[in-house]
């Protein structure tokens, strides 16, 4: 008789994961494991009796039964099964208790749970003696261990590689090791596309440890990837003690069956709060960065969340002098890195840590030199008169520092002139630019990683595109569609020639390099080699549907227009309706179109007055490629465009003559007053919260805004 398949669980259904069924309470990992026994092999619930004996074998054992029970191909009656399994396992306790080994009358099935539940028991008294082959892993270069664990997939190290391959993969170089293991157990267990086939391992990269945890909570290693940029957190920890870890996704068939909140929540704490482990090192939770829509299409994932686990302690010998490996706590890790602990709430918490994952260049700069001066200047606030006689709540320089030009030559890339007039190594920060203010009462308790960092730099514009928002923006304010059509068939006919004229394939290849493997279609193009040969026409093949798809999404190329990074007027000379831009041959004077993306009002492109500065040179040099706003009047600009600042923003700068002569502004948009009534989640305040519970709420918001973005 097939039993009648159980219907769907919900938070209210006696049978629950959250729920208490009948008077015997199991720990929540117990329930969910049930649950889903329940729902994959169409089985009813234990009873009281098979509930009983698991709460009296604890919470581990439960889940190892539990689990042989899961992997069984048929479970025809629930309880039944779980009484035998318990029986066994006494069994087995039992035999070791007295050192003696099963009889060898017993069936083939019991030896089996015997031989598997007696090593459960070793796990139980949290003994566990790491095999000679985890030992040995501890003595190869993290990269290689690490690439060993990754072409295991899912195969048990002990039960895969023996001793004698681990010896003979000592001396290997990277490339040699890499084909070994690939020939004599990664093709048997990953596909052919996570093979990390690379042509020169030595190139000094970052190396980035990917880490996949299943609905399970199971988890397989992928990687090393490499990466050209690096990350404060990369170089103040190394690279080999973080891992970015991502949570496998629910399909829709299984949400019918799973509750989200109850389930597959719990699941990913418990992995949380139990760490990762990688061989004999152990990952905790530090942090979550959201890389915006550039990051998810970078990445080609369904999610730009992306989460991240530290190294807090290791089992290996060769880690024994590592700074993990002094008993450091994840909220001391933070410390080190800011007092993050003094911020409001818990959306400037995560806003303001994952600062440090942002892609970097570090100044070699001492900042314990006794010579380097650091200071903090004043805010120039909004004014309605210019007197000052009233002073309103915004300022003009959010965002903006100044920086002695001795030091600014100390960017690797990109050199910059800095302030001219300041006196050599001295920095000069406001107080909108201090994110996270200081505890005097950690300084000295905990080693800070305080470094100089450069996020971004003024550059030469790269080609300019509209999107579809400034397409909207631009005709509501006068611009005609037939000149938006004009540019599209244009661009289109670029589109369709770049497989086959060389000037228009190079253009594509430069435009499209990160599709490229170090720009490997352009540098084809300059060698010589014909277009018409055929992995040169597949690359350019890919470039055009790119080139469509952009230009479907309204990302159509337009003259006369630049990307300009912002900033402050130093000289305070501009009047509120002008800017300063300065190009390659130096300044320009003229109408301008400045906005800034995402701007969705149509306030947020202005008509401005480009104006020739005479002082900004004492300030800045020889310097290009920038835009200067006015210090001056009610309201910043760049406020009143897309509620922008001077921290890095790039703004897009038009002098094309047909826009100027067709747009007509529109009054900038009106900031409402804040409702606190409408707060949520994330601007809970943090005071008074023990470590425990500010853990469990990072990690509940990272996979809130993982699974359920809002």
């Given amino acids: 008789m097939v039993q009648p398949k159980p219907p769907p669980f919900s938070a209210t259904s006696p049978f629950s994961p959250t729920s208490n069924h009948g008077h015997v309470s199991l720990p929540d990992p117990v329930e969910h494991l049930i649950a889903r026994i329940c729902t994959e092999k169409s089985v009813l619930p234990p009873d009281d009796l098979a509930r009983q004996k698991l709460h009296r074998l604890g919470e581990s054992v439960s889940l190892n039964i539990l689990g042989d029970i899961a992997s069984s191909s048929r479970v025809h009656n629930f309880s039944a099964f779980i009484m035998h399994?318990?029986?066994?396992?006494?069994?087995a306790m039992a035999h070791n208790s007295e050192g003696?080994?099963?009889?060898?009358?017993?069936?083939?099935?019991?030896?089996?749970?015997?031989?598997?539940?007696?090593?459960?028991?070793?796990?139980?008294?949290?003994?566990?003696?790491?095999?000679?082959?985890?030992?040995?892993?501890?003595?190869?270069?993290?990269?290689?261990?690490?690439?060993?664990?990754?072409?295991?997939?899912?195969?048990?190290?002990?039960?895969?590689?023996?001793?004698?391959?681990?010896?003979?993969?000592?001396?290997?170089?990277?490339?040699a090791f890499e084909i070994r293991i690939w020939n004599e157990f990664g093709i048997k267990n990953i596909k052919p596309s996570d093979r990390r086939q690379i042509l020169d391992w030595d190139m000094g990269k970052t190396h980035v440890y990917h880490c996949h945890v299943d609905l399970q909570g199971e988890v397989t290693f992928k990687g090393p990837f490499l990466e050209s940029t690096k990350t404060h957190l990369q170089?103040?920890?190394?690279?080999?003690?973080?891992?970015?870890?991502?949570?496998?996704?629910?399909?829709?068939?299984?949400?019918?069956?799973?509750?989200?909140?109850?389930?597959y929540c719990a699941v990913y704490q418990r992995v949380a709060e139990q760490g990762i482990e990688l061989g004999l090192r152990q990952y905790q939770f530090l942090m979550y960065k959201d890389g915006g829509k550039e990051e998810k299409k970078k990445s080609g994932t369904k999610s730009s969340v992306k989460c991240y686990f530290v190294c807090t302690s290791s089992g290996w010998d060769r880690d024994r002098n590592n700074y993990f490996h002094y008993g450091k706590t994840i909220n001391q890790i933070r410390l080190s890195f800011m007092h993050i602990h003094t911020v409001p709430s818990l959306a400037k918490y995560i806003s303001r840590l994952s600062l440090i994952l942002s892609k970097t260049l570090k100044l070699d700069?001492?900042?314990s030199d006794l010579e380097l001066k650091v200071e903090t200047i004043p805010d120039i606030h909004c004014k309605v008169k210019p007197?000052?006689?009233?002073?309103?709540?915004?300022?003009?320089?959010?965002?903006?520092?100044?920086?002695?030009?001795?030091?600014?030559?100390?960017?690797?890339?990109?050199?910059?002139?800095?302030?001219?007039?300041?006196?050599?190594?001295?920095?000069?920060?406001?107080?909108?630019?201090?994110?996270?203010?200081?505890?005097?009462?950690?300084?000295?308790?905990?080693?800070p990683f305080n470094s100089l960092e450069v996020v971004s730099t003024s550059t030469c514009p790269k080609k300019v595109h509209l999107s579809r928002y400034l397409i909207s923006l631009l005709h509501f304010g006068g611009v005609p569609a037939e000149f938006f059509l004009g540019l599209l068939s244009t661009a289109l006919a670029e589109a369709k020639c770049c497989r086959y004229d060389r000037g228009a394939a190079l253009k594509a290849a430069l435009n499209n390099e990160g599709l490229d493997n170090d720009r490997l279609t352009a540098r084809m193009i300059l060698s010589g080699i014909p277009l018409d040969e055929p992995f040169l026409q597949y690359r350019l093949g890919l470039m055009m549907g790119e080139e469509r798809k952009g230009l479907q999404a309204g990302k159509i190329p337009i003259s006369d227009s630049y990307y300009l990074m912002g900033t402050t007027d130093p000289t305070?000379?501009?009047?509120?309706?002008?800017?300063?831009?300065?190009?390659?041959?130096?300044q320009v004077s003229g109408d301008v179109l400045v906005y800034k993306h995402p701007g969705l009002h149509p306030g947020d492109i202005h008509l401005?007055?480009?104006?020739?500065?005479?002082?900004?040179?004492?300030?800045?040099?020889?310097?290009?490629?920038?835009?200067?706003?006015?210090?001056v009047g009610a309201r910043s600009l760049a406020d009143e465009m897309a509620n922008s600042d001077f921290d890095g923003d790039i703004y897009w700068v038009s002098r094309h003559p047909e826009l100027l002569k067709n747009f007509k502004p529109s009054p900038p948009w009106l900031a409402l007053e804040e409702d606190s009534s409408k707060k949520g989640a994330e601007n809970i305040s943090l005071a008074n919260m023990n470590s425990h519970e500010l853990e469990k709420l990072l990690f509940r918001s990272f996979l809130n805004n993982r699974f359920k973005p809002r």
């Avoid at 399994?85 to 069994?91: H, T």
């Avoid at 305070?572 to 130096?586: F, M, P, S, W």
């Avoid at 104006?611 to 900004?616: I, Q, R, S, W």
């Fill in 85 to 91: 399994m318990a029986k066994n396992f006494e069994i």
């Fill in 100 to 175: 003696l080994s099963p009889h060898d009358g017993d069936d083939s099935d019991t030896s089996s749970v015997d031989w598997e539940m007696v090593e459960q028991e070793s796990i139980l008294s949290d003994q566990r003696v790491p095999s000679p082959q985890m030992k040995a892993l501890g003595n190869f270069e993290f990269r290689k261990a690490f690439l060993i664990l990754s072409y295991l997939g899912r195969a048990k190290l002990e039960e895969t590689v023996s001793m004698e391959l681990l010896g003979d993969l000592t001396c290997m170089s990277m490339e």
């Fill in 235 to 263: 170089r103040v920890l190394g690279d080999e003690n973080i891992l970015q870890v991502k949570f496998e996704d629910f399909s829709q068939q299984k949400k019918a069956h799973f509750d989200f909140d109850n389930y």
């Fill in 365 to 367: 700069i001492d900042l």
């Fill in 387 to 447: 007197d000052g006689s009233t002073e309103l709540k915004g300022i003009h320089t959010d965002g903006t520092g100044f920086i002695s030009e001795d030091l600014a030559l100390q960017c690797p890339i990109y050199v910059s002139n800095g302030n001219i007039q300041l006196p050599k190594k001295t920095i000069q920060i406001r107080p909108s630019m201090i994110k996270v203010k200081t505890d005097p009462s950690k300084l000295g308790t905990v080693q």
């Fill in 572 to 586: 305070e000379e501009l009047r509120a309706n002008q800017v300063c831009i300065i190009l390659d041959k130096g």
């Fill in 608 to 631: 401005l007055q480009a104006t020739f500065v005479k002082g900004l040179e004492k300030f800045v040099g020889d310097s290009k490629y920038a835009i200067f706003f006015p210090a």
